[in-house]
């Protein structure tokens, strides 16, 4: 089935540490993109990546990094410099800007805890 | 000021009441608008796009306001089933897609 595959969907990180969050799609989708949502909030842009070997930061950056090599495929590392990392990552990926004005497809979100 | 505004409720209604939720949002260059459908604990799904000419699908109807900068979702005879949160979402360009804090809707028996 096509779609967008966030792993793990718990995470429990040390303080310190960093941890990386899988997101894979074969929705042959050029963009993607990473959310983060905390209890009662909207969604946050935290990177996002238009073409593979691009991508740009979004509102909340700091203390994140990303990699874009495969088209399929965009991790998110959430590096000892966030200070708050306990929330809810939401992936998500839509055609490419040629497609119009079309939604965004979200994977199932990965669920991280600073233990 | 937020891009994007919503009521966050809670909306208590019971079965079968219409309700509806209202959305503004800031920039008046904003391209599409959705309406996505959380619910607890799980990632957000489309539930409309809302066209510029309104649209309806089946019990849900989406309007945009373009001069007074707002969306709405009005949902018709409410069941159980409808209780979750829902995002108003307005994309600025490409890539920039504004979310709403969410409004709340309960449904009860």
């Known amino acids: 089935d096509g779609g967008i595959t966030q792993s793990p969907k718990y995470l429990f990180r040390k303080e310190g540490q960093n941890v990386t969050l899988s997101c894979e799609q074969n929705l042959n989708h050029d963009a993607m993109y990473w959310y983060r949502q905390d209890p009662g909030q909207g969604l946050r842009l935290i990177y996002y990546?238009?073409?593979?070997?691009?991508?740009q930061k979004g509102d909340i950056a700091e203390g994140y990094s990303v990699s874009r090599e495969k088209k399929e495929s965009f991790p998110l590392t959430v590096t000892s410099a966030q200070k708050n990392p306990t929330a809810f990552y939401l992936c998500?990926?839509?055609?490419?800007?040629?497609?119009?004005?079309?939604?965004?497809?979200f994977g199932q979100g990965t669920r991280l805890t600073v233990v | 000021r937020k891009e994007v505004e919503q009521d966050p409720g809670p909306f208590n209604v019971p079965e079968g009441a219409t309700v509806a939720f209202n959305c503004t949002y800031s920039n008046s260059a904003s391209q599409s608008f959705f309406w996505y459908r959380q619910d607890c604990r799980k990632e957000p799904k489309l539930l409309m796009s809302?066209?510029?000419s309104g649209n309806e699908d089946g019990r849900f109807t989406a309007q945009l306001n373009r001069a007074s900068q707002y969306i709405s979702l009005l949902i018709r005879d409410s069941k159980l089933s409808d209780s979750a949160t829902y995002l108003c979402v307005v994309n600025f360009n490409f890539n920039k897609f504004y979310f709403g804090s969410g409004t709340k809707l309960n449904v009860k028996p």
């Open positions: 998500a990926s839509r055609p490419g800007q040629g497609a119009g004005n079309t939604e965004a497809f």
């Open positions: 809302v066209y510029s």
């Open positions: 990546s238009q073409i593979v070997n691009d991508f």
